[in-house]
Antibody, heavy 120, light 107 residues
Framework: EVQLVESGGGLVQPGGSLRLSCATS????????MNWVRQAPGKGLEWLSY????????YYADSVKGRFTISRDNAKDSLYLQMNSLRDEDTAVYFC?????????????WGQGTLVTVSS | EIVMTQSPATLSVSPGERATLSCRAS??????LAWYQQKAGQAPRLLIY???TRATGIPARFSGSGSGTQFTLIISSLQSEDFAVYYC?????????FGGGTKVEIK
């Protein structure tokens, strides 16, 4: 069974940092590209970042470029999101998601999400 | 970036009835369009990709159509478990973008 489990969310002050993790199981992690997607309270979905299988291709949304860094450890079947210079508007549930295929950049499996609250 | 616009924002439908959801792209995305379902407190679930291909395990009552800039998701006969929010997403061009969602509620 494919599983993705996010962790690392919590309350952080504006300007602070947080590192999210996504532990995966049930599939061969190194074979799949991955995404981070977030959802602000009561709002829609916002794609944040993409990383290819061996980290050669990385993309960011403009809203997080220069502040967030995506990475992965294929030996640990894990995905990460380092978030710096956090702002109030970064408050959201953060999801990691598996990308279905190299040319089909849709998210076929999702974690349950981890809540990040940015507030003083 | 490509802006995805969904309509209507809310759709009130009786169980057993048909629901038609629309998604429009600001530029052509060819057939690189997906639909997701999200229930309250849950992660989204992939329903459709390639505009019309059902994902694994998705019932046949869900069907997608369209190409270019206009897309439609039809739920042929609404079941109680189908009341949720539906999002479209284009993957033709970076950044990936989602529509604002359509909430399908019980009439």
């Amino acid at each position: 069974e494919v599983q993705l489990v996010e962790s690392g969310g919590g309350l952080v002050q504006p300007g602070g940092s947080l590192r999210l993790s996504c532990a995966t199981s049930g599939f061969t992690f190194i074979n799949y590209n991955m995404n981070w997607v977030r959802q602000a309270p009561g709002k829609g979905l916002e794609w944040l970042s993409y990383i290819s299988t061996i980290s050669t291709t990385i993309y960011y949304a403009d809203s997080v470029k220069g502040r967030f860094t995506i990475s992965r450890d294929n030996a640990k079947d894990s995905l990460y999101l380092q978030m710096n210079s956090l702002r109030d508007e970064d408050t959201a549930v953060y999801f990691c998601a598996r990308v279905r295929g190299p040319l089909v950049v849709v998210n076929d499996y999702w974690g349950q999400g981890t809540l990040v609250t940015v507030s003083s | 970036e490509i802006v995805m616009t969904q309509s209507p924002a809310t759709l009130s439908v009786s169980p057993g009835e048909r629901a038609t959801l629309s998604c429009r792209a600001s530029l052509s995305v060819r057939s690189n369009l997906a639909w997701y379902q999200q229930k309250a407190g849950q992660a989204p679930r992939l329903l459709i990709y390639g505009a019309s291909t059902r994902a694994t395990g998705i019932p046949a009552r869900f069907s997608g159509s369209g190409s270019g800039t206009q897309f439609t998701l039809i739920i042929s006969s609404l079941q109680s478990e189908d009341f949720a929010v539906y999002y479209c997403q284009q993957y033709n061009k970076w950044p990936l973008t989602f529509g604002g969602g359509t909430k399908v509620e019980i009439k």
